[in-house]
């Protein structure tokens, strides 16, 4: 009985001591379960919706004839070594300049994109709980610069008075998150960039997409094993860059603070392959989704082993080091298997207008 008590004193003592000092509580079992599952939903979810809206974005853009930018292959092989200097930049300025004053004004850039994101991906569904009998009136805002043929065009915004509600509902995360840096807002900002990232932001082949990915998995190796940068500027970066869940939620409940995490670029990167694989599908006209679901599959794959090494060696994981090969390999080697080698890699999204020739003058 003595030995009992003397443990539970014991326990009491170090809650105690862990609540004073801010130690983290270790996570249980069932809560590290619970956090790492809660990602990977999190992060499949967004991406089966964000490629999903993709397409719709895609075909809406090629009816209206909107003039879409198109990343090259040059623009591919470059992104890492941008990446990377911009990684350093922000590693530089937190080791230079006091968090508190860095973050906060990440905070108030942060604030008004991840509002417009969350209204852009909620307003459909939020517009359908306002009551047709609210009084709606559209409004056209337009900024323009000089006169007649020399006239810019740098804004032209069409709204309602419906799309200003959805935005006002919009605001109250985007102010709850500054003010409370709570978890919960965070992964309500951080799930509509992933959406809206992979839904607007679109690779034109799959060789482009082939060599984002195949230097973004070195990058992301080199930067996670070779050097402490990419995981101080992880925890530094007080954003919704990446979605968190608190692995001692049952313990603590809304107040846990011992966060598992996965960054939005392991989502929004292999997602924009995920959703041009998409876009090949229908573009067949099948009506078959096999190489959308070939590599959404992969994905979920690359993503359940880069949680179980995570897990078992107790160190942050490169994710990209698994999702790469996954997300690349399996369909492409499914092509190849279907005889769709040469198709899937000759599709482009939006191929270049051919240009017509002048005809020659006859002698």
């Not at 999702?323 to 279907?338: A, D, F």
Request: proline letters at 4%; one cysteine or more; hydrophobic letters at 50%.
């Amino acid at each position: 009985m003595a030995d009992v008590v003397k443990e539970v004193v014991e326990n009491a003592t170090d809650a105690a001591k862990n609540a004073t000092t801010g130690e983290k509580i270790p996570a249980s079992p069932e809560g590290m379960f619970l956090a790492y599952g809660a990602l990977f939903t999190m992060a499949v979810v967004s991406i089966y919706f964000g490629s999903v809206k993709s397409v719709k974005f895609h075909k809406k853009q090629k009816d209206t004839g909107e003039v879409v930018e198109r990343m090259t292959g040059k623009d591919a092989a470059m992104f890492p070594i941008i990446a990377s200097c911009f990684l350093v930049g922000i590693y530089v300025v937190f080791k230079m300049f006091s968090k508190e004053y860095v973050n906060m004004l990440l905070s108030s850039y942060f604030l008004i994109l991840g509002i417009l994101a969350l209204a852009h991906v909620s307003g459909p569904w939020l517009k359908k709980l306002i009551p047709e009998s609210f009084p709606n009136s559209k409004y056209h805002l337009k900024f323009t610069e000089g006169e007649g043929e020399a006239m810019e065009e740098h804004l032209d915004c069409k709204f309602d008075r419906k799309d200003l509600v959805v935005l006002a509902i919009c605001s109250v995360f985007g102010v709850w998150y500054v003010i409370q840096k709570h978890w919960v807002a965070n992964n309500v900002l951080g799930l509509a960039f992933a959406v809206n990232g992979i839904e607007i932001l679109q690779l034109n082949t799959v060789m482009i997409g082939c060599i984002l990915l195949g230097g973004l998995f070195f990058y992301d190796i080199f930067w996670v094993f070779g050097t402490d940068v990419m995981v101080t500027v992880a925890k530094s970066f007080d954003a919704p860059i990446k979605l968190v869940f608190p692995q001692d939620l049952i313990e603590n409940g809304l107040a846990a603070k011992n966060f598992a995490m996965l960054g939005l670029g392991d989502i929004v990167i292999p997602g924009i392959f995920i959703a041009l694989l998409l876009r090949f599908d229908y573009s067949r006209g099948y009506g078959s989704k096999v190489y959308f679901y070939a590599c959404y599959l992969a994905y979920i794959l690359g993503l359940g082993l880069t949680i179980f090494v995570m897990h078992y060696f107790k160190h942050a994981q490169p994710a990209l080091l698994y999702l790469v090969p996954c997300c690349t390999l399996i369909p492409v080697g499914l092509s190849l298997v279907k005889g769709d080698f040469k198709p899937m890699f000759a599709y482009e999204d939006n191929p270049e207008p051919v240009s017509e020739k002048p005809e020659g003058k006859d002698n």
